[in-house]
């Protein structure tokens, strides 16, 4: 059975970083074809692909966000880090992580983790 | 980029209506197209994926169609869990991007 659980800040302040984890069990991120992505979600609004790394270390990032993001894996840990500088109010969101395997559409999800964006 | 559009962004209905969802590429995808179903406060579900094929456990009442840049997702027999948000997306290529959603509401 897959899972994946995000953790961070409810709360930041604009032109912080935001510094998100997802902790995940049931697959290896050291797994041909295995990858992890973020998506994001403002409240009422459609959801957003931000960012995906494979177990080879190939990553992939929405060109709009591509500047501001970083995404990284830990795989001793099973997690993954997305880090998101200059935040804004606009950035407020659920953010969700997800596990992307070879076919990239997104059967498992994490619960989310809603981030303000606030001073 | 390739941009999803679905149609119509809100749709009301009640329980027992066949319910006819859209959603178009701005390219063609082909068939790498997939479907979830969000309520609130929960992470999206996978209805469908390829178009056409029902993800494990997802009841036959739901179907999808299409190829290329149209694509429709179909409720025959809407049942009362089944009023939520629903999403398309593609994954022909990166960056994958989602449709705005279609709300499914009690008339």
């Known amino acids: 059975q897959i899972t994946l659980k995000e953790s961070g800040p409810a709360l930041v302040k604009p032109t912080q970083t935001l510094t998100l984890t997802c902790s995940f069990s049931?697959?290896?991120?050291?797994?041909?074809?295995?990858?992890v992505g973020w998506i994001r979600q403002p409240p009422g609004k459609a959801l957003e692909w931000l960012a995906v790394i494979y177990w080879n270390d190939d990553k992939s990032y929405s060109p709009s966000l591509r500047s501001r993001l970083t995404i990284t894996k830990d795989t001793s840990k099973d997690q993954v880090v997305l880090a998101m500088t200059n935040m804004d109010p606009v950035d407020t969101a659920t953010y969700f992580c997800?596990?992307?395997?070879?076919?990239?559409?997104?059967?498992?999800w994490g619960q989310g983790t809603l981030v303000t964006v606030s001073s | 980029d390739i941009q999803m559009t679905q149609s119509p962004s809100t749709l009301s209905a009640s329980v027992g209506d066949r319910v006819t969802l859209t959603c178009r590429a701005s390219q063609s995808i082909s068939s790498w197209l997939a479907w979830y179903q969000q309520k609130p406060g929960k992470a999206p579900k996978l209805l469908m994926f390829k178009a056409s094929t029902l993800d494990r456990g997802v009841p036959s009442r739901f179907s999808g169609s299409g190829f290329g840049t149209e694509f429709t997702l179909t409720i025959s027999g809407l049942q009362p869990e089944d009023f939520a948000t629903y999403y398309c997306q593609q994954y022909n290529n990166y960056p994958l991007t989602f449709g705005g959603g279609t709300k499914v509401e009690t008339k």
């Open positions: 049931g697959f290896s991120l050291t797994t041909s074809g295995e990858g």
């Open positions: 997800a596990n992307l395997g070879r076919s990239w559409y997104i059967r498992d």
